[in-house]
Nanobody
Framework: QVQLVESGGGLVQAGGSLRLSCVAS????????MGWFRQAPGKEREFVAA????????YYADSVKGRFTIFRDNAKNTVYLQMNSLKPEDTAVYYC??????????????????WGQGTQVTVSS
């Protein structure tokens, strides 16, 4: 079992920045690829970013490419999502998720076994 706890969400003006953190506990963090997903009111959950176990390979949704950066610190059991140039359409609940190495695909939420409780990000115009 892996427990994930997100933090760092909040209210920010358009053009601003936030850094989300997700701390994992329970099993060896480096055995898992990690992802960030988001869900806006009335919309389906969507993929945002993912990172492999070592941090070398990173993947982004087209909508956030060039603005968001995912990175991890395996010594701290933490994955981060640095969000810059935020837009009102980035408003959503953001979830981190853990996927066993070599399991499924990085953009498919059903490939992830463990999920955090979510953190709200609100971007005002």
């Amino acid at each position: 079992q892996v427990q994930l706890v997100e933090s760092g969400g909040g209210l920010v003006q358009a053009g601003g920045s936030l850094r989300l953190s997700c701390v994992a506990s329970g099993r060896t963090f480096s055995n898992y690829a990690m992802g960030w997903f988001r869900q806006a009111p009335g919309k389906e959950r969507e993929f945002v970013a993912a990172i492999n176990w070592s941090g070398v390979n990173r993947y982004y949704a087209d909508s956030v490419k060039g603005r968001f950066t995912i990175f991890r610190d395996n010594a701290k059991n933490t994955v981060y999502l640095q969000m810059n140039s935020l837009k009102p359409e980035d408003t959503a609940v953001y979830y981190c998720a853990a996927r066993p190495i070599a399991s499924g695909t990085y953009y498919d939420g059903s490939s992830y076994d463990y999920w955090g409780q979510g953190t709200q990000v609100t971007v005002s115009s």
